[in-house]
């Protein structure tokens, strides 16, 4: 079965800064990989998927990439905001077509 | 244009009661996807419909839950004899084909008192 992983599991950051999170998958079989943003008691916002054969995506300050020989996807954020607090999940799609999720990375952005 | 919708918003109920939960995908969308999400967790898959037929129900926990989608638009997503532990975020998701990227509705709050 998928497993997903997510580090670190929290993570805080002064404004301003670039900062990276980390995402990892046991089974390279998938057919595409998702980040996701979740707000407090809110559903999941897509923010990049990437097919497995794309090595990256980018969209404004986010740029994720995929490395799926080694199981292995980052979100790179660039010049964080107070309004980028979230928590991030990272889910893989496998032949089953059902989305495998981490347990996400609980990000504090701090003004 | 309209994204995923799910109704109620929140629900609250007692041991014992059976409990719909509805879900409208976006227009268009052929697959539909139930997932669940407990307190700390990511979403687990529960079911997944393609047209009307239920392709995956591998999710679903026990024969309590069940899920429908008759005219491969709208679906319902229901839970007899509740307990305790159905307690959790339900979240529904559509998506234009199968393994295209999925759009997620902001989800029901179920909880089991």
């Known amino acids: 079965k998928q497993e997903v992983t997510q580090i670190p599991a929290a993570l805080s950051v002064p404004e301003g800064e670039n900062l990276v999170l980390n995402c990892s998958f046991t089974?390279?079989?998938?057919?595409?990989l998702q980040w996701f943003r979740q707000d407090p008691g809110k559903g999941l916002t897509s923010l990049l998927l990437?097919?497995?054969?794309?090595r990256e995506q980018t969209s404004g300050r986010l740029n994720a990439s995929l490395d799926k020989s080694s199981g292995r996807s980052t979100l790179y954020i660039a010049a964080s905001q107070p309004g980028d607090s979230a928590t991030y999940l990272c889910?893989?799609?496998?032949?089953?077509?059902?989305?495998?999720f981490g347990t996400g990375t609980r990000l504090t952005v701090i003004p | 244009g309209a994204g995923v919708s799910q109704t109620p918003s929140n629900k609250v109920t007692e041991k014992g009661k059976y409990v719909e939960l509805r879900c409208d995908p976006i227009?268009?969308?052929?697959?539909l996807y139930w997932y669940r999400q407990s307190l700390g967790q990511g979403p687990e898959f529960l079911i997944y419909?393609?047209?009307?037929?239920?392709?995956?129900d591998s999710g679903l926990p026990n024969d309590r839950f069940f899920a429908v989608r008759p005219e491969g638009s709208v679906s319902t997503l229901k839970i007899q004899r509740t307990e305790r532990g159905d307690s959790a975020v339900y979240l529904c998701?559509?998506?234009?084909?199968?393994?295209?990227?999925?759009?997620f509705g902001p989800g029901t709050r179920l909880t089991v008192l």
């Open positions: 998701a559509s998506s234009l084909n199968v393994n295209n990227e999925q759009f």
């Open positions: 089974d390279s079989a998938i057919y595409n």
């Open positions: 990437i097919q497995s054969s794309q």
């Open positions: 889910a893989v799609q496998t032949g089953a077509n059902n989305l495998f």
């Open positions: 227009s268009g969308h052929t697959a």
């Open positions: 419909f393609q047209g009307t037929g239920a392709a995956d």
